[in-house]
C-alpha cells in the first residue's frame, strides 16, 4: 500500500476507530436501553443527570489542571486517575441526558457532525451549565485540592450509594458503577488531609486554610431544586438534604483524625449552581474546555 | 480449509473469536480472561457481543470495541453488534483462574477478592491501606504500596521489601 506519510499510514487504517485514544469515541451507552421508565418525567430526568453530569465533568477538568503541578508524580497519577473516572461517569451520565431528550439550543449550535454528547459538553454556555461551586471553585494549593476532592467525593459517594436503587436503570447502572471509584478517591483525599492535618506546622496551617476555603462551597449542595424534589419523590433521584448528617459526619471523622478542628458548616443556602448562577470561574473554566471544540467543531486528531 | 494441509485453521466460531481478542491495555489477557465478555450470540444474520466496562472511564473500552468488530469481520462475519452493558458492574472477582496466572506471570501481581462491603454507608478507610499482594516476581508476601494509583485506572504501584522490586497490582473492586 502506497501512503505519502507514516502519519497517513496509520490513519488509514480500515476501521475508524482503532486509534480510539485519539478520535473515534464512540457512544458510551451503545446498546444500553435507554427507555425512561414510566412514572419518571424524562424532562426532569435528564435534567438531573445534566447536574451530576456536569458536577463530574467541571471537576475533572479542575482536577486535569494540577497535571504538571502536583508535588511528585505517583499523586499527578493519581489526581489523573481521579480525573479520569469522573470523566467517565461525566460521559455517561450527558449521554443519558441526551436519550432523555434534553438538550436545548446546544443541539443546534453545535451542527450535525458533533454527537450528542458532546454538544452537551462542549456547545452548552455557562449558565446552562449546572455545576455546583463546590466543584467549579478555582483551584487553590495542594492542601485546597485534596480538601476539595474530599468533601466532593464524599458527597457524590453518598448521592451515588443511594441511586444504586434508582427507578432508571441508566442512572443506579452508573451509580453502581461509581460507587467502587469514588470510594478510592474519597480514601486518597483522605489520607492526604490526615498526613498534611497531622504533620508540620506548615502543612498544618495549610490544610486549616483550605478547610476554611472550601467549607462554604458547602451552603447549596445539600438544598434540593424542584426538579431533584420531584424526581425524588418518584424513587428515581436522591434529595440531597437526606445527604448532610452523613457527608458532615465523614468530613468531621476525618477532620478529627487530621488533629484539625471541624469548622462552622454553612447553614443551607438557596441552590445556585444547579440552576446555572455562576461566578465568573465557571466561564473561564468553559474557555479552556470548549476552545477547541468550538473553533474547530469538525477536528479530529 | 479440510483439504488445506499446509494452513492452520482460523477460528470462526464468533465466540472463540471474541474471547480470544485481548485488552489493549493488559495484552496478556484476553477479554475473556479479563472477565469483560458478557455474552456473544447470534441474532439473525448479526453477531451480537455483550462486554461491560471495567471503569468508567476507561479509555482501552473504544479500543475494546474496535477490536472486536475488527476480529470478527476478518473471521468472515460481516454484521456485528459490540453493545454496552452496565449491570451488573465488572468486578475484579471476574477474572478468571487464567487470567490472574498470566498476569502474574507479566509481573503484575493479580487481584484478590473483592471486598465485601457491610450494610450501611460505604465505610471510611484511614490509615495505611489494607490491600496487600504477593510479589510477583519472588513470591514475598513482604510488600508495600507506593501509590494507590497506577499507570492504567485498574493498577496500583507496589514494591517488594525483600527483592527490591517494584510491580504493579490489579486492585480490587
Given at each position: 500500500m502506497h501512503e505519502e506519510t507514516v502519519y497517513d499510514a496509520l490513519t488509514g487504517a480500515p476501521d475508524d476507530a482503532r486509534w480510539a485514544f485519539g478520535t473515534g469515541f464512540d457512544d458510551p451507552l451503545a446498546g444500553v436501553d435507554t427507555t425512561v421508565p414510566e412514572g419518571v418525567a424524562p424532562a426532569d430526568l435528564g435534567a438531573y443527570c445534566l447536574m451530576l453530569g456536569d458536577d463530574a465533568l467541571v471537576l475533572a477538568q479542575r482536577l486535569t489542571e494540577w497535571i504538571t503541578r502536583a508535588p511528585e508524580l505517583e499523586e499527578e497519577v493519581a489526581v489523573a486517575n481521579i480525573?479520569?473516572?469522573?470523566?467517565?461517569?461525566?460521559?455517561?451520565?450527558?449521554?443519558?441526558?441526551?436519550?432523555?431528550?434534553?438538550?436545548?439550543?446546544?443541539?443546534?449550535?453545535?451542527?450535525?457532525?458533533?454527537?450528542?454528547?458532546?454538544?452537551?459538553?462542549?456547545?452548552?454556555?455557562?449558565?446552562?451549565?449546572?455545576?455546583?461551586?463546590?466543584?467549579?471553585?478555582?483551584n487553590g494549593d495542594f492542601a485546597h485540592l485534596v480538601v476539595r476532592l474530599l468533601a466532593a467525593a464524599t458527597l457524590r459517594l453518598a448521592a451515588f450509594d443511594r441511586l444504586r436503587s434508582s427507578r432508571d436503570p441508566v442512572l443506579a447502572a452508573v451509580a453502581a458503577k461509581g460507587v467502587a471509584e469514588l470510594s478510592y478517591a474519597r480514601e486518597h483525599a483522605a489520607r492526604w488531609v490526615v498526613r498534611l492535618g497531622d504533620g508540620t506546622a506548615e502543612s498544618h496551617r495549610r490544610i486549616r486554610a483550605a478547610v476554611e476555603a472550601v467549607a462554604p462551597l458547602l451552603a447549596d449542595v445539600f438544598t434540593p431544586t424542584d426538579v431533584e424534589l420531584r424526581l425524588a419523590a418518584g424513587g428515581a433521584a436522591v434529595d440531597p438534604a437526606a445527604l448532610r448528617a452523613e457527608v458532615l459526619g465523614v468530613l468531621d471523622a476525618v477532620l478529627a483524625h487530621a488533629t484539625l478542628e471541624p469548622p462552622s458548616w454553612p447553614a443551607g443556602a438557596p441552590p445556585r449552581g444547579r440552576l446555572g448562577d455562576h461566578g465568573p470561574e465557571v466561564a473561564e473554566l468553559l474557555a479552556g474546555l470548549q476552545g477547541l471544540a468550538r473553533a474547530h467543531p469538525e477536528a479530529t486528531w | 480449509?479440510?483439504?488445506?494441509?499446509?494452513?492452520?485453521?482460523?477460528?470462526?466460531?464468533?465466540?472463540?473469536?471474541?474471547?480470544?481478542?485481548?485488552?489493549?491495555?493488559?495484552?496478556?489477557?484476553?477479554?475473556?480472561?479479563?472477565g469483560v465478555l458478557r455474552d456473544v450470540r447470534r441474532e439473525g444474520g448479526t453477531v451480537v457481543?455483550?462486554?461491560?466496562?471495567?471503569?468508567?472511564?476507561?479509555?482501552?473500552?473504544?479500543?475494546?470495541?474496535?477490536?472486536?468488530?475488527?476480529?470478527?469481520?476478518?473471521?468472515?462475519?460481516?454484521?456485528?453488534?459490540?453493545?454496552?452493558v452496565l449491570s451488573p458492574p465488572?468486578?475484579?472477582?471476574?477474572?478468571?483462574?487464567?487470567?490472574?496466572?498470566?498476569?502474574?506471570?507479566?509481573?503484575?501481581?493479580?487481584?484478590?477478592?473483592?471486598?465485601?462491603?457491610?450494610?450501611?454507608?460505604?465505610?471510611?478507610?484511614?490509615?495505611?491501606?489494607?490491600?496487600?499482594?504477593?510479589?510477583p516476581l519472588c513470591g514475598s508476601p513482604d510488600t508495600e504500596e507506593l501509590s494507590e494509583f497506577g499507570a492504567t485506572a485498574c493498577t496500583a504501584l507496589r514494591r517488594c521489601r525483600r527483592c527490591r522490586e517494584p510491580f504493579e497490582h490489579v486492585k480490587e473492586i
Open positions: 480525573a479520569l473516572d469522573l470523566l467517565g461517569q461525566a460521559r455517561l451520565l450527558l449521554a443519558r441526558t441526551a436519550a432523555a431528550g434534553v438538550l436545548g439550543p446546544c443541539r443546534e449550535r453545535a451542527g450535525a457532525s458533533v454527537p450528542d454528547e458532546d454538544a452537551l459538553a462542549y456547545f452548552r454556555d455557562p449558565g446552562e451549565f449546572r455545576c455546583t461551586a463546590l466543584a467549579a471553585a478555582p | 480449509m479440510v483439504n488445506s494441509g499446509v494452513r492452520t485453521s482460523r477460528p470462526t466460531d464468533p465466540r472463540t473469536v471474541a474471547a480470544g481478542v485481548v485488552d489493549p491495555e493488559l495484552p496478556m489477557l484476553t477479554l475473556a480472561d479479563l457481543v455483550e462486554i461491560t466496562p471495567t471503569y468508567t472511564g476507561c479509555p482501552a473500552m473504544g479500543v475494546m470495541r474496535a477490536d472486536l468488530v475488527h476480529a470478527l469481520h476478518a473471521a468472515g462475519h460481516e454484521r456485528v453488534d459490540v453493545r454496552t465488572w468486578s475484579t472477582d471476574r477474572i478468571t483462574p487464567e487470567g490472574r496466572r498470566k498476569l502474574a506471570e507479566a509481573g503484575i501481581a493479580p487481584p484478590g477478592t473483592a471486598p465485601v462491603r457491610p450494610a450501611g454507608p460505604v465505610p471510611l478507610q484511614l490509615g495505611p491501606s489494607p490491600r496487600r499482594a504477593d510479589c
